[in-house]
């Protein structure tokens, strides 16, 4: 079983609603992402947080918010998402002491969106 | 730049059979790491292996065994006498620190491996 835990499963919003996606971690990483994978494609990294601190925002549109509460939780407010924004919505996290790229990152189960 | 190519888009086998997924990725980098992730229907990403660069010994886990070459720059996956169960999307990651200074996983476009009862 994963060890990061992503709620809600599945969400189906409106274009102009507000949702959030969770992920929690308790493995003391200190290292938290956010990444996004359309169907068919792989994954594609949206933000990470690397002690709490925002360190990457690849670009990503404003309607897509990042939260970093604590060492454990990791936030994603959506706000007048598009259809296109539809995906699956992955959280991972790692180790990360000092940043290296032989951590391992480890995912969880995936937020499912549905944009309507 | 980074990169990793897995050629083989789907790939569908009866059960028992050995099947090998390719992987090949291109780097500057003196010091790196690669990954192999399972992603069944759930969705989730399922860490399987680590390499770095340095380390060229072949891996063996069960019925997995991952064959690593520097020379020809590929990493690949062989399942043996697989299962229905091993049915899932494959990808081949490659591991960088951006310029951000955080790491960041980039990813082939992966393999759907179907084994057919």
């Known amino acids: 079983d994963t060890e990061v835990t992503q709620t809600p499963k599945h969400l189906v919003m409106g274009m102009t609603n507000k949702k959030s996606l969770k992920c929690e971690q308790h493995?003391?990483?200190?290292?938290m992402y956010w990444y996004k994978q359309k169907a068919k494609k792989p994954p594609e990294l949206m933000f990470v947080y690397s002690y709490e601190k925002l360190s990457i925002n690849e670009s990503v549109p404003s309607r897509f918010s990042p939260e970093c509460p604590n060492s454990s939780l990791l936030n994603l407010h959506l706000h007048a998402l598009q259809p296109e924004d539809s995906a699956l919505y992955l959280c991972?996290?790692?180790?990360?002491?000092?940043?290296?790229?032989?951590?391992?990152?480890?995912f969880g189960e995936g937020s499912w969106l549905t944009v309507v | 730049a980074q990169k990793v190519t897995q050629a083989q888009t789907e790939i569908s086998v009866v059960e028992k059979e050995d099947v090998t997924l390719d992987c090949v990725y291109e780097?500057?980098?003196?010091?790196?790491?690669l990954f192999w992730y399972k992603q069944p229907p759930s969705g989730e990403l399922v860490f399987l292996i680590r390499r770095n660069s340095f380390d060229e010994q072949n891996e063996i886990s069960g019925r997995y065994s991952w064959n690593f070459q520097k020379s020809t720059s590929s990493f690949n996956f062989t399942i043996t006498a697989s299962q229905v169960v091993d049915s899932a999307v494959y990808f081949c990651a490659l591991s960088e620190i951006s310029l951000q200074g955080a790491q960041k996983l980039v990813f082939g476009q992966g393999t759907r491996l179907t084994i057919n009862p």
């Open positions: 780097t500057r980098d003196t010091t790196y790491y």
């Open positions: 493995m003391g990483h200190r290292a």
């Open positions: 991972a996290s790692s180790q990360e002491t000092v940043p290296s790229p032989g951590n391992t990152i480890y």
